[in-house]
Each structure stands twice: as C-alpha cells, then as structure tokens.
C-alpha cells in the first residue's frame, strides 16, 4: 500500500513537471511528437513544503517496512530509534565516528546488558565494531535498524561530545578549583560576575565554567538548592539561601540547552526525553567529602525547569545542643531518646530540618553497645558506627527495607519517612517489640501527627501505646549579630507578641525583656539574615493525650490538652528567640503565620 501511494505521487510529480515545461521556440514542434525526455532540457518543478514532507515521511515509512521484513530473514528484531530513548551512557561506549563507518549505534544499556542497532548483520565494519563491544564485557542484544533511525541515534552524540566522563554518577571535579572558586565567590554579587566571565568563553569551555561557578557558589553561600527556570526571553537561575529563592544569574538559551545535557548526562537521566519529569543524582568530590547533588526535570511552558538539591554532610552534622532547642525542650528529648523503645516522630514540611534533628538524635545515642539501622531516602549523612540504607522505590522500598531492618535485631531503626499504611504499621509493631523507632511524618504541627495515624489505618489504640512522643520543628532565618539594632515593640508587632506570651502557661519561660525586639541593619546589598535556627513544639503521649487519640478528637483539641504539659509550642519558642535576639517578628509571620 505505501508502495503504491509513493508512485502514485511520483506519477504526480512528472505531470506537474510536464505541464510546466518551458521549452525553447526552437524545440516545440519536436517536443509535440518526442518523448521529452530524451531532450536536454531545463524544468523548473516547483512543489509545496506539504508534498515535499508527505514524500519524505512515504520514504521513511518504506524503510522501516523493508527492514522489519529484512529483520525476520536475520532472526533479529528490529527498532525504530526514533520512537524511543536513546541512552547517552549506551551510546558514549563507542566513537561517533566509527559508530557511523560501522553503522551501528548502542541505545540501550542495563549493567553488562547492551542494545545495539545495526543496519546490516552482514555488515564486516558492524561485526567487528560489535565485537569490541562483546571484548569489554558486554552482552550484546542485536537489533536491526533503517538509516533514518540510526541517523537520529547519531545526532545525540553533539549532546555527549563536550561531556565530562562520569563513572557510577560521579562528577571528577578538581577539589583545588572549586576551593578556589569557594574562597573568591563569598556573596552573590562576585558570583555573577564569574558567571558572566565564563559566558564569553567557548561552548565547551563554558558549560564546565558555570557548573563549577554555580557548585561553588551555592556552596560558598550556603545554598539549599540551585534553580534553572526557562523564561520567555532568557534563561533564569536562583539559589534558596536560607529558604528563601534569589536571583543570582541570567543565561542565554543556547548556554541553558548545554547545561542541562550536561547536568542530564551526570545525573543519568534521558537526554531525549523532554516532556515528562525525571529525577537523578550524582555526586562532586570535595574537600574530602561527597557533596550529592539530586537533579530533578520538569517539562515547562518554555522548556525543562531544573532543580539541583545540594546535600553538603556539613549542614546536617550539628550535636543536639546546637539545634536551638529551648533548654527545657531538650531536656524532655534526651529523656525520651534514652528510652529502650517506642517512637519518636518528627513532624514538619519538606526542608523544615527534621532529618538534621534525627541525625543528632542518633548521634547522642551511639554507642558501640547498640546497633541503629536507617532506611532513607537519599542517605545525607555518612554517620560512623551505624548501618544506613538507601531506598531506590523499585525493590527497596521505605516498607521492605523495614521488614528486612528488624531481622537484623537492631536496637534503633531509623525510618526516613511514614509515608502509607504498611511502613506505619511495621514501624509501630517494631515501636512495640523493643525497638526505639525514630521517623518523620508531614503533618502543619505536633497534634496533627496523631489524626495522621489514624487517616492511613493505624489503630487508635495501638498508635497511643507505640509513640512516646510528637515534636514539630520550622527554619527562621536569623539576625547577622554585627549587623542588627534594637527597637521598641509596637503596634501589630505588641499584639502580636502579648498574644503569645499570654498563652504560656508557666510564665518562667519569659525573658526579663518585653518591650523590645532586634531587627536587621546591615548595609546596603547585603543579606540581612546569616543562617537559619529551628523552632520546635513537643508533645509527649500521656494518659490524657492517650485518651484524646482514641476518642478521635481534632487536632486542634488535642493540642489543647497538650498544653497542660507546660511546654512551648512553635510560636512561643519563635516569640522567646525574638525577645532574646536571634530572629524576627518578620520571620514568624512568613514561616508559622499569625498565631490561632
């Protein structure tokens, strides 16, 4: 049938091409009674971009037909690349050169297995190009291919041809440049200008320059995370310093498209795929010291957003004490972690601080008379003495990985998350059979965490009788100590603070100072918050929480009851920090919001 249609066109180029012949005067009456095409003459056929286009697509089509009729003559499958990914690591295993003179492209590659494309088994160029394959360890699965899709496998290779070479995801970085990068790039200002520097340089040149000014500036300003946002007209790019986005560059699309290839090819991800999300990681060595860095892709109006999610050892590796708990508060912690089982869960959004809490938690607790296990997702912290797992959600999952956990008699596990039913209900029945179970729930604060329980199935009953205690925790930047000023507390601000400080049941809690606060003074262009301090709020399962937890009661009930315990809740312990200080009024608006 496409046969067909392919001639019926081609019949219908040759009439237009007769109909529009112009023949010299000399020639016309030759013409009227001779087959035009043993004259040397000029034609001049003109086809529309649509006819042009349907032709090509008819030519295709018929290559593919030949060779999937070809392919069961050879025994062999056939493939057409261009319908599915094409896997960068798969195809960096052979030159582009020799992949074309042997016409051959590797796609696929899982472990030792390899796919490879091959536009004629017969072919002696393709079979010993395969069999340099097969002399590097590879299993090779032969698949048959059209030239159009070998050609569209071989124009992924100006993708990978300017790539850093990269083994098991890690980025080989020279430790001695970033570090010096690190010591010049101290505020955003000098970033920029670095990025701006490295934009005159060439392609490949370039893309390695603004990684490496973009890694060690987020690094030297203490960065959570690097965005890369399409715009309409350019390309945008922000760090989250101290939770809060800020612009720290502009690029240009055709720099934007070479940063993402590359940073795609680290993190293992399809560089040809570009309308669906991916996630990945790979990892930078410096100072000693892995720094992962997790990439995750999302397709948008104007082309993939990125975000890179940086994992340094050093944010999350602080003792217990210097977390910024109320003294009291830690108190009551270091009693419960001391305890030879139960749970501890700690509440909170995505980048409120809960891992960092947990890990010193089981830092406080080591000993090498117990053994804790962890299952995460990543591993952030390479704790000595403790056997941490990393979850990959295909075949070690949050639930299995704890079901494995207990059969290695642990005396603390450490669950990254209770995100469903069953990781709940093994963590609690661990809580219940002589384990301390540490793990992390997303809920707004500590009373929201037991209604939580309940929504994903656990047993009333048995969720008072496993967990010890709820805490809730958020980030408030904190005032620069050489650059802030003292001022007096009025208007919404008074109201805002008495409001507070009526609702503390014991009153020692208060600092002598009342009447005013400390807010930013710093000069102009500089930031006017350095670093972040939690806030926390702690509930402890006593009878009357107990009860409330079986009779169901709302959130807000049950944080009610808990206040004759005399401990401070978030806004409280942020209102203490701001008398004393360390953060503002400001911040407590924009993190918790007005007080109930």
């Known amino acids: 049938m496409v046969m067909c249609e392919f001639v019926n066109i081609i019949s219908h180029i040759y009439s237009l091409a007769s109909s529009s012949v112009v023949w010299p005067a000399h020639q016309q009456t030759a013409v009227s009674d001779t087959p035009w095409k043993r004259y040397n003459v000029n034609m001049s056929v003109k086809l529309d971009k649509t006819s042009t286009d349907k032709i090509e697509e ?13 392919s069961q003559k050879y025994g062999l499958p056939n493939v057409n690349l261009t319908q599915i990914p094409v896997d960068a690591e798969a195809l960096r295993l052979i030159a582009e050169e020799e992949a074309r003179v042997s016409e051959i492209a590797p796609y696929s590659l899982r472990g030792k297995k ?14 010993k190009a395969v069999e340099k394959l097969r002399g590097l360890g590879y299993s090779i699965t032969l698949h048959m291919a059209s030239s159009n899709s070998l050609e569209y496998a071989w124009r992924h290779y100006k993708d990978i041809s300017f790539a850093i070479e990269t083994e098991a995801g890690v980025m080989d970085i020279s430790g001695d440049e970033v570090t010096n990068l690190m010591n010049q790039l101290t505020n955003l200002k000098e970033t920029r200008e670095s990025i701006s520097d490295a934009l005159t340089l060439q392609k490949t040149s370039r893309t390695t320059r603004i990684m490496e000014v ?51 090819l680290l993190s293992g991800l399809k560089i040809n795929i570009v309308n669906n999300a991916q996630d990945g990681r790979y990892s930078v060595r410096i100072h000693n010291r892995d720094i992962e860095i997790r990439t995750s892709c999302l397709p948008g109006n104007y082309g993939e957003s990125l975000v890179l999610r940086i994992l340094d050892p050093r944010s999350i590796s602080k003792p217990l004490e210097e977390l910024g708990m109320h003294p009291r508060t830690l108190d009551v912690l ?39 296990l962890t299952i995460e997702d990543p591993v952030e912290y390479h704790l000595s003495g403790i056997v941490q797992t990393q979850v990959d959600h295909k075949n070690y999952t949050f639930a299995s990985g704890l079901r494995s956990a207990l059969r290695q008699d642990p005396d603390i596990i450490m669950v990254g998350e209770i995100r469903d039913h069953e990781v709940a209900e093994t963590a609690i029945h661990a809580a219940l059979t002589g384990h301390l179970v540490f793990s992390t729930l997303h809920t707004n604060n500590a009373a929201g965490a037991f209604p939580r329980l309940l929504d994903i199935g656990v047993n009333a009953n048995v969720a008072s009788s496993a967990v010890n205690v709820v805490m809730a925790q958020r980030l408030l930047r904190t005032l620069d100590e050489n650059h802030k000023k ?31 606060m400390w807010v930013p003074d710093v000069p102009e262009g500089e930031p006017e918050y350095r670093g972040r301090i939690a806030v926390y709020e702690v509930i402890l399962t006593t009878p009357s929480i107990e009860d409330a937890i079986r009779r169901n009661l709302t959130v807000r009930e049950i944080a009610e009851i808990s206040k004759e315990q005399g401990l401070l809740d978030m806004h409280q312990d942020a209102v203490i920090k701001v008398l004393n200080g360390v953060t503002t009024i400001s911040e407590i608006r924009r993190i918790l919001g007005e007080p109930a």
Do not use: C, W
């Open 58 to 70: 008819l030519r295709r089509r018929e290559e593919e037909e030949l060779v999937a009729i070809l």
């Open 486 to 516: 003292e001022v007096t507390i009025e208007g919404a601000d008074r109201l805002l603070v008495d409001k507070v400080l009526s609702s503390i049941k014991d009153q020692s809690y208060i600092p002598d100072n009342t009447s005013t």
């Open 114 to 127: 390899l796919d490879v494309a091959i536009r004629s088994p017969n072919s002696e160029l393709g079979q």
């Open 334 to 372: 270091i009693q419960e972690i001391k305890k030879p089982n139960g749970m501890i869960l700690n509440t909170g959004p995505t980048g409120s601080g809960k891992t960092t809490t947990l890990y010193a938690f089981m830092s406080k607790v080591m000993d090498p008379s117990i053994k804790i």
């Open 214 to 264: 973009l890694l060690a500036g987020a690094l030297a300003n203490h960065a959570s995370d690097i965005h890369i946002e399409p715009e309409d007209a350019q390309v945008g790019i922000r760090f989250r310093l101290d939770g809060v986005l800020t612009n720290a560059a502009h690029v240009d699309y055709d720099t934007y498209k070479s940063i993402l290839v590359r940073i795609k």
